[in-house]
């Protein structure tokens, strides 16, 4: 072989290729930033990276709050704290929708795809459950004009409030037929005695704190008698109000909110009660009070159902009336319940009385009957009675 082309022979563990060394790598410099970042620490996550986690969780939170409210009063036992939690979110729904509609809002621009079907979803659901509170067929049922209007009024006014002239004021001024009140303890049942001249009728059943409950009437009260529907130490009462065209049923009722899965059964006992009441009630029925129910929790759609009522609230939209010391959260727990042949003029929260709930008014058309002539001496009308 001739020198020349034996000096180009590459030595063994070199390369052919000038400037490359197999052991040693390349004898070429390095290209400029090129080691910097191959040996530099990893790159930080983009920054919509964390910003679409955040409301990837909060989509979870949302949806797992909602279908715990829808199917946990199937899932889990009656009166286990599972079934109690489940069915506490339902009080809620209305924040849980408005939290599902924001947060489809930011998902749009933050979020990523599940996000956005997740809150689409959940939004949607509540759309169902929630609009037809503001819907005119809500208020299907009788609409007569023929039989006597009384107006009614439901009052917590909770008994460690002692602005009992504002309250006595209200009442003076709204001139209602028939007024429940609850949480009537023996300062608020001396005040309710001050208003004799305008409610001549009234059965009272003072209680040490929030058991006391009063019925007042402008009419008659007959057959009235306070009733036990199973909360220990939680009375009711029930009457019949003899208006000039027609007779009906009142029942004033305040069960013990459910703050614990034993609680949470001991209502939905009592307003399932209520509602056996109601529905074998000869007369148009009226379901009045607070009954620390949502329209949207298991114990309130037992009542309505059992009872065949209607809420007096039904087509004119959601209307909180606890807690009246705070902007949120506000639910509607105090209710005017009418049987379907009493038809609902007008519905609506009243002022500020200095209690933790605003006062419920309703305006109603009960259908004239014809009553009865012949009445015993037990179900004689009777005035003031205090218990």
């Known amino acids: 072989m001739p020198k020349d082309v034996a000096a180009q022979k590459p030595r063994p563990g070199t390369s052919a290729c000038p400037g490359l060394d197999r052991a040693s790598g390349p004898l070429l410099p390095p290209i400029r930033g090129y080691s910097d970042v191959m040996t ?15 409301v990837a969780l909060g989509a979870g939170l949302v ?9 946990g009063a199937w899932l889990a036992p009656a009166g286990s704290v599972i079934g109690w939690l489940c069915d506490l ?10 939290a599902a509609v924001a947060g489809l809002v930011v998902a749009f621009r933050h979020g990523g795809i599940a996000a956005r079907l997740a809150l689409g979803t959940v939004a949607a659901v509540h759309a169902v459950e929630l609009l037809p509170a503001w819907l005119p067929g809500a208020t299907a049922g009788a609409e007569r004009r023929d039989g006597a209007v009384i107006d009614v009024v439901c009052l917590n006014v909770r008994y460690s409030n002692r602005d009992t002239e504002r309250v006595l004021a209200y009442l003076r001024s709204t001139r209602a037929d028939v007024v429940a009140v609850v949480e009537v303890d023996g300062v608020w049942a001396d005040a309710i005695a001050s208003l004799g001249g305008d409610y001549p009728f009234a059965h009272v059943k003072r209680g040490d704190s929030y058991e006391g409950i009063a019925l007042l009437s402008r009419w008659p009260l007959r057959d009235a008698e306070v009733v036990d529907f199973g909360t220990r130490g939680m009375p009711s009462i029930v009457a019949t109000v003899i208006t000039p065209a027609a007779e009906i049923t009142v029942i004033a009722t305040h069960p013990r909110p459910p703050m614990g899965p034993a609680l949470d059964g001991e209502l939905r006992h009592h307003l399932r009660e209520v509602g056996r009441r109601a529905a074998a009630s000869a007369s148009p029925c009226l379901v009045v009070g607070d009954l620390n129910a949502t329209p949207w929790c298991e114990a309130f759609r037992g009542l309505v ?37 009493v038809t609902v003029l007008d519905r609506r929260v009243g002022p500020d009385v200095g209690s933790d709930h605003f006062p419920v008014e309703a305006r109603l058309v009960v259908p004239s009957r014809q009553r009865d002539g012949a009445t015993s001496a037990r179900s004689m009308p009777r005035r003031l009675s205090f218990l």
């Open 40 to 54: 530099s620490t990893p790159v930080a996550d983009h920054p919509a990276r964390p910003r679409r986690r955040l």
């Open 305 to 341: 159902a059992t009872g065949r009522l209607r809420d007096s609230a039904a087509g004119r939209g959601i209307q909180n009336t606890w807690n009246a010391r705070l902007w949120v959260p506000r639910i509607p727990i105090d209710h005017i319940l009418v049987s379907p042949d």
């Open 63 to 71: 949806a797992a709050t909602t279908a715990a409210g829808w199917v």
């Open 89 to 98: 979110t339902t009080h809620f729904r209305v924040y849980t929708a408005l």
